[in-house]
């Protein structure tokens, strides 16, 4: 993949993430960051909570999957959250009724922190995602370093040896992954990852290119991807739905096309309350 086929937003995104990544490389090698995550795993001494299996207990019980993140800012919208205490807002969504927990990690495009992630996962029992931009093995390993239960590979920013290189040390180490696509293409590049028992495909209604959003790319891709069943019938498949989600009537779109996880951040952290907003939302869907 040539940097020209990557959108604007994410080269340069991925631009910075290689200078951040050089810069850690510096402080710790790649050989000792390996060693470190790869004695912890073994110890078994920090289980992963299942990011995955959260998802399908939900499922399993007929309610909607809710990946609720916890976002300060982003680079279209600038300052979301104008209170941001990881922790409280982490509580909430639990309390609330979220399946799992997605926290920015990005320092300098959505104000996120690596601490914001450990705080959130200290003041909850819910799985946590790690969203932030992977490119690089160390990011892996310092990913499950800081308690990651699952990891976001965006599609469109990777090449397929580098995909696939990442995707396997992240299952290898028992972490799950968020396999993010845009567009039919990059989903049948996703659906080419075999690693884990749990393919969690998360479908980005947002157009990177333009920032506009469309929640019939789910729907489209949805289709695509029933039209391909898993060579592994072992195998789960989860699909999320992700940006654009605002209301319950957009959950019922989804929710009636069966695709019934949904990752949802912006929504609940441009409010006072994100863990009510949650709570409300899921209401309504009752009524």
Not at 17 to 43: N, R
Not at 102 to 111: G, R
Not at 269 to 276: C, L, N, V, Y
Request: proline share 4%; charged share 20%; with cysteine.
């Amino acid at each position: 993949m040539t940097q020209d086929t990557i959108p604007s937003i994410l080269q340069k995104i991925v631009t910075t993430k290689q200078q951040e990544v050089a810069q850690a490389k510096a402080t710790k090698d790649i050989v000792t960051i390996k060693a470190e995550a790869e004695q912890l795993f073994a110890s078994g001494s920090t289980p992963r909570r299942g990011f995955a299996q959260a998802l399908i207990t939900k499922q399993q019980a007929g309610q909607p999957a809710i990946i609720a993140e916890v976002k300060k800012a982003s680079p279209s919208k600038g300052i979301i959250a104008k209170s941001f205490q990881p922790d409280a807002i982490a509580a909430q969504y639990q309390q609330a009724g979220a399946a799992c927990l997605s926290v920015l990690t990005d320092e300098q495009y959505f104000q996120g922190h690596s601490q914001y992630m450990q705080q959130a996962k200290a003041a909850c029992d819910l799985p946590v995602l790690r969203k932030d931009f992977m490119i690089d093995p160390y990011q892996i390993y310092e990913s499950y370093l800081l308690g990651a239960d699952c990891i976001l590979l965006i599609v469109a920013c990777l090449d397929q040896p580098t995909l696939q290189k990442l995707h396997h040390i992240a299952c290898e180490l028992g972490l799950d992954v968020l396999i993010e696509v845009h567009t039919q293409h990059e989903l049948e590049r996703a659906l080419q990852l075999a690693d884990s028992p749990h393919n969690i495909i998360g479908i980005n209604n947002r157009d990177l290119n333009t920032f506009n959003t469309d929640l019939q790319t789910s729907i489209k891709l949805k289709a695509v991807l029933d039209s391909q069943p898993p060579q592994d019938s072992a195998q789960t498949r989860l699909l999320v739905t992700e940006s654009g989600i605002h209301s319950s009537e957009d959950m019922q779109l989804m929710l009636n096309n069966d695709i019934h996880c949904f990752l949802i951040g912006e929504q609940f952290m441009k409010t006072d309350h994100p863990g009510q907003t949650l709570e409300n939302l899921l209401n309504s869907l009752t009524k």
